[in-house]
């Protein structure tokens, strides 16, 4: 089920290969470019204004402690923490950490995300040890004493310590606001001996701020490593749990959504309540009526009828991410030209662009939607007829030894956990890591670590002659 209506897409294919609008930077004729287009890295799409803009940017960096309910275990105090190359919101230095096996838990030789070890992801930090003056099941000698072991990689783990690194952000909202069909296309149009998979979930978090989305309807997964997530509520909402500790509810038609609301066992044993971290209680009548699970770390509350509410720090990170501008001409390796012209084609013959493509689209012309809400915005509320180049068809392929080996979901056999999303190419000049585990910052290494799906574009980069190779990466950078 597509979750929204967009018209004047705008999706260029030629013949049987999948190089969208010939790798073009530039829009096609009579295409409407945003304003943003000129702006600095971290600049913000129409749509909201700056004020909004400003005070969820501020939230997105603002760092969280024990009383705003970080913990019990953590990757980083903040989102700006891990979202920081360039300007905020771009890739970052943390690497986050999974692990896993293969057994017949869930199907016959099925990845095993051992969850009863807590996993697949090892968060890196924790909040040791702190007193709660509420809690007594500590020691004798100290009963209101809480502590918070350290996570560990189990033994049984026949996949270890998978590097995975944080991601950019920049111009996602674009790519939550194309419809299903946009993703359809472009796997359609693919090679078959590349064609990338069209990952598809059931939404758990709606965006509020969509009235077409709704609990439980289907939507291509378009974010994270493994697209495994549908839209950027759910993200933000995701991460927060995940990588910071702090649990959230949140309503969506009047439906209660705790989705999100479980702190993480470390190593597999939850906390007592109270020795997660040090977030006030919540309201006993809240509890009650099965509103929001009791140790919750933030939240709307009773959800009236009708009612679509994002907790508001998830609102401001979905908010953030939804308006921040794909990057500029400041973010792209312009230097050599000469260089750069000659590689364009290049990336296409050798390859690299049946998958990272250039789709050359526009979000459409639309007409006003009913929320934020601006004439010719699409239903996230960024702009209509906006061009943008984000080098990737967002969908997974397998990537054979590059794969992580971590399945999407417990069951997958070795060929699905493989899988990895297309990592969009935009504004890669000022990524300091490179690949899923972040092995490099080499983009010519990077190319050539590519296998599976993608090994006949490394063996056809390396078949190049150096000033050619050279090319390609510089066109590459320029993107």
């Known amino acids: 089920m597509t979750s929204r209506k967009m018209t004047g897409l705008r999706i260029s294919v030629f013949a049987s290969t999948l190089a969208l609008a010939a790798c073009s930077a530039a829009p096609e004729s009579g295409e409407s470019i945003g304003q943003s287009e000129d702006q600095l890295l971290g600049g913000q799409l129409s749509g909201i204004s700056a004020a909004t803009f400003n005070a969820a940017r501020d939230n997105f960096a603002e760092a969280e402690g024990l009383t705003d309910g970080l913990g019990p275990i953590f990757n980083e105090r903040a989102c700006g923490n891990c979202h920081s190359n360039g300007q905020l919101g771009g890739a970052g230095e943390n690497i986050e950490r999974r692990y896993g096996t293969f057994d017949n838990v869930f199907a016959p030789g099925g990845f095993d995300p051992l969850g009863q070890f807590g996993g697949s992801l090892r968060q890196l930090f924790t909040v040791g040890n702190f007193n709660n003056p509420n809690f007594h099941g500590g020691p004798p000698n100290n009963p209101t004493l809480c502590q918070v072991p350290i996570e560990v990689e189990p033994g049984q783990a026949t996949v270890h310590n998978v590097g995975r690194l944080t991601t950019p952000l920049f111009g996602l909202g674009l790519v939550d606001a194309m419809p299903d069909s946009f993703f359809d296309a472009l796997a359609a149009a693919e090679p078959s001996a590349t064609r990338g998979v069209v990952n598809r979930s059931a939404i758990v978090l709606p965006n509020a701020h969509d009235p077409s989305q709704s609990i439980g309807q289907m939507r291509v997964n378009r974010f994270g490593w493994k697209a495994a997530v549908p839209n950027l509520a759910q993200f933000a909402a995701d991460a927060y749990v995940n990588e910071m500790g702090i649990t959230t509810q949140h309503c969506s038609k009047g439906q209660t959504v705790t989705a999100f609301a479980t702190e993480s066992a470390p190593n597999g044993v939850p906390e007592p ?71 364009k084609p290049l990336f296409t013959s050798i390859g690299c662009a049946n998958c990272h493509a250039d789709a050359s689209v526009s979000t459409g012309a639309l007409a006003t939607a009913a929320n934020f809400r601006t004439p010719g915005s699409t239903p996230n ?99």
């Open 273 to 343: 309540l109270g020795c997660d971290d040090l977030a006030p209680a919540v309201p006993a009548n809240l509890v009650a009526n099965h509103q929001v699970p009791a140790g919750t770390d933030d939240f709307v509350g009773q959800c009236a009828a009708g009612q679509s509410e994002l907790q508001d720090d998830v609102n401001n990170f979905t908010l953030f991410m939804t308006f921040l501008a794909p990057p500029g001409p400041d973010a792209q390796d312009h230097a050599d030209t000469v260089a750069i012209n000659a590689g």
């Open 381 to 479: 509320g960024t702009p209509g007829n906006f061009s943008f180049h984000p080098y990737s068809d967002f969908l997974v392929h397998d990537m054979g030894s590059l794969g992580d080996n971590i399945g999407l979901n417990a069951g997958d056999s070795p060929a699905v956990s493989r899988r990895m999303r297309t990592a969009p190419l935009w504004g890669i000049s000022v990524r300091n890591h490179l690949l899923h585990d972040g092995r490099t910052s080499d983009v010519a290494t990077a190319i050539r670590a590519h296998a599976g799906q993608g090994a006949a574009a490394a063996a056809a980069f390396n078949a190049l002659s150096s000033a050619n190779q050279h090319n390609v990466v510089q066109f590459v950078r320029s993107l």
